[in-house]
Every structure is written in structure tokens, then in C-alpha cells.
């Protein structure tokens, strides 16, 4: 079965401070997203990748950064977290671009409080 | 902005009734997908219909598409207490990425 999984779950961070997500999907997809979630807001795109080694800025990349160091892996890194990140942060993997290929196979997110 | 959104932030319903769903979006597209959020699990997909589909259909869950008004609905019959979640819309237009709406809250009582 399709899988996405995220590390850490759960995590609080002090502002200012470096904080990395961790993505694996074990679908053999080419693409992998990060998407924030907030409430009001939905699901909004950070950073998104097609292969390994190379990343994409998303809708709202500010204050991230990504790394695709292998087709099953997708990290997010903040740098220097900050209040406004708080949030819960999701990986996903496809198999193919666009919404009409296919679905988002979702992991079940990281909540990240900035303090 | 977002592309596409749902119409109602918050619906409240009891067990064994009927639900709708309805989602306007901005642009031409070749498909749209709908996705259920259940607290503390990350989205997964329902439906997903195409610009040259009408109807689509997937147990209790029906999809409309009206590309003419740029608008979907998700229609839940009989619905069950672990029906309830957050819905999604999500489309994007010829080659460019997926856009979720704000999604829509779902309640189902006993």
C-alpha cells in the first residue's frame, strides 16, 4: 500500500532556532510536496519536487528551503523558525503532475509550534 | 489567492441524512479532485472527476462537475458519524499544480 511518512510528528521549536521535517514515501513516485495547513487558510503549497536533486518554490516559499536528496526522500528545512511558522506541515507523493493523473497520496503531518 | 473554494466553511448534519458539498474554482481545467481530511490524518483523495465527466460516482459519494458555471458539488447519502472530516476541492488548470480550497467541515451527529 501507499505510503508517506513523516518525521517528527510533533515538534516545538524556539524562535530562531533550525528546524528540518523528514519525508519518505515508499510509492516510487517522482513527485513529493510539502503543504502547510492552517486554519482558514486550507492546504497551501511550499515546495514541490519532480526528481532527485532538484526542488521547486511552491506558492508561498518564503523562510523554507527543501532537499530532495533521493526519490524517496523530501526534506523542509527552516532556518531560522520563526512565530508565523506554527503550523502542520504535510508530505505528499504522486505518481504524475496535474489533477487529472492522479491523487496526492498524503502523510499525516508534522504539527510544528514555534515558540 | 486560491483557485478553487469551497462554499460553506462549516455544515452540521445528523446520521442517515443527505450532505452536499459545493466548490466554485477560476479557471479552465481538465479535472478536479476531492479529498476528505479526518482529524489528526493527513488528506486522502475521494473522487476525482474529469472536465469531460458530468457525474461521478464512488459508493455513498457523488461528484458533479459544471464546467459551463465553474462549479463541483460532493453529495454524502446516508451519512455515518465517521463521515465527518474536512472537505476538500482541489483542481489546477492545463499543466500547473494542484490547488486545494479551504475546505469545508463536516459534522455528523447521532
Known amino acids: 500500500e501507499a505510503a508517506v511518512t513523516q518525521s517528527p510528528r510533533s515538534k516545538v521549536a524556539v524562535t530562531g532556532g533550525k528546524v528540518t521535517l523528514s519525508c519518505h514515501q515508499t510509492?516510487?513516485?517522482?513527485?513529493m510536496y510539502w503543504y502547510r495547513q492552517d486554519t482558514g487558510h486550507g492546504l497551501r503549497l511550499i515546495h514541490y519536487?519532480?526528481?532527485?536533486?532538484?526542488?521547486e518554490k511552491g506558492d508561498i516559499p518564503d523562510g523554507y528551503k527543501a532537499s530532495r536528496p533521493s526519490q524517496e526522500n523530501f526534506s523542509l528545512i527552516l532556518e531560522l523558525a520563526s512565530l508565523s511558522q506554527t503550523a502542520v506541515y504535510f508530505c505528499?507523493?504522486?505518481?504524475?503532475?496535474?489533477?487529472?493523473?492522479?491523487?496526492?497520496?498524503f502523510g499525516e503531518g508534522s504539527k510544528l509550534t514555534v515558540l | 489567492s486560491q483557485l478553487a473554494e469551497e462554499n460553506l466553511w462549516a455544515l452540521s448534519v445528523h446520521e442517515g441524512e443527505s450532505v452536499t458539498v459545493n466548490c466554485s474554482y477560476k479557471?479552465?481545467?481538465?479535472?478536479l479532485q476531492w479529498y476528505r481530511q479526518k482529524s489528526g490524518e493527513g488528506p486522502a483523495q475521494l473522487i476525482l472527476?474529469?472536465?469531460?465527466?458530468r457525474e461521478k460516482r464512488n459508493g455513498r459519494l457523488r461528484a458533479t462537475l459544471d464546467t459551463s458555471s465553474q462549479s463541483s458539488s460532493l453529495s454524502i447519502t446516508a451519512t455515518r458519524c465517521e463521515d465527518t472530516a474536512v472537505y476538500f476541492c482541489a483542481t489546477a488548470g492545463t499543466g500547473s499544480k494542484l490547488s486545494f480550497g479551504k475546505g469545508a467541515k463536516l459534522t455528523v451527529s447521532p
Open positions: 479557471t479552465s481545467i481538465t479535472a
Open positions: 505528499a507523493s504522486s505518481g504524475d503532475w496535474g489533477p487529472n493523473t492522479g491523487q496526492l497520496y
Open positions: 472527476i474529469r472536465s469531460n465527466e
Open positions: 510509492n516510487n513516485h517522482d513527485y
Open positions: 519536487s519532480y526528481v532527485a536533486d532538484s526542488t
